[in-house]
């Protein structure tokens, strides 16, 4: 989706690193989302902010932190207390309003050196 | 909580074949429900949706039908081709999960291969 944008493509992590992944949006979007994807797993929800300054943890927040200083960005910082952070990660927005679809960045792959 | 079903891949499919892919969901309430397809990777682009029972949702000829009674929402296109090839993800949006609209529960994802 042309309106996110998430970088970098690839990440490579070292042992006992944090990394940061970035999600921006120009869809002005109040809702972001970050999703994990393992092969035969579908999309697994890490962390949501449904408005500036305030964020919920997912399903598998362990081992990840999330900020939303402004409506535009999302990043999600892996720390190194996740223990298995390989994985495909998706940034998506949305509108407010359960009808509404979200919209998906092209991804971050990461993978451990 | 809700829970979203499809069924397991892959599917193998011949060049103008039909297909269907099931999914079937457990929610309170009214949840829309949706289908997105996600291209080698790529992130998921939304396919189609329907937010209420008996609506159908198309796009690019594929179409779902929203049916309350059988709490289902299969996938179908009269004739797929190569560039079908993707991974399909059913969705609902629950009223109640994590005590917010709009955040989505997926299935686990159906892959499609479509042979010339």
């Known amino acids: 989706d042309g309106g996110i944008t998430q970088s970098p493509k690839y990440l490579f992590r070292k042992e006992g690193q944090n990394v940061t992944l970035s999600c921006e949006q120009n869809l002005n979007h109040d809702a972001m989302y970050w999703y994990r994807q393992d092969p035969g797993q579908g999309l697994r929800l890490i962390y949501y902010s449904q408005i500036v300054n305030d964020f919920q943890k997912g399903d598998i927040a362990e081992g990840y932190s999330v900020s939303r200083e402004k409506k535009e960005s999302f990043p999600l910082t892996v720390t190194s207390a996740q223990k298995n952070p390989t994985a495909f990660y998706l940034c998506a927005t949305g509108d407010r309003g359960s009808n509404q679809p979200q919209h998906f960045g092209d991804g971050t792959r990461l993978s451990i050196l | 909580g809700d829970s979203v079903t499809q069924m397991e891949g892959p599917v193998t499919l011949s060049e103008e074949a039909f297909l269907t892919i099931n999914c079937t969901y457990t929610?309170?309430?009214?949840?829309?429900l949706f289908w997105y397809v996600q291209y080698p990777g790529e992130g998921l682009q939304l396919l189609l949706k329907?937010?209420?029972?008996?609506d159908k949702g198309s796009n690019k000829g594929f179409e779902a039908t929203y049916r309350k009674e059988t709490t289902s929402f299969h996938l179908e296109k009269g004739s797929v081709q190569v560039s079908d090839s993707a991974v399909y993800f059913c969705?609902?949006?629950?009223?109640?999960?994590?005590?917010?609209?709009?955040?989505?529960?997926f299935g686990k994802g159906t892959k499609l291969s479509v042979k010339p």
């Open positions: 969705a609902l949006s629950g009223m109640n999960y994590g005590g917010s609209q709009g955040n989505l529960i």
């Open positions: 329907a937010t209420k029972a008996d």
């Open positions: 929610a309170t309430g009214y949840p829309s």
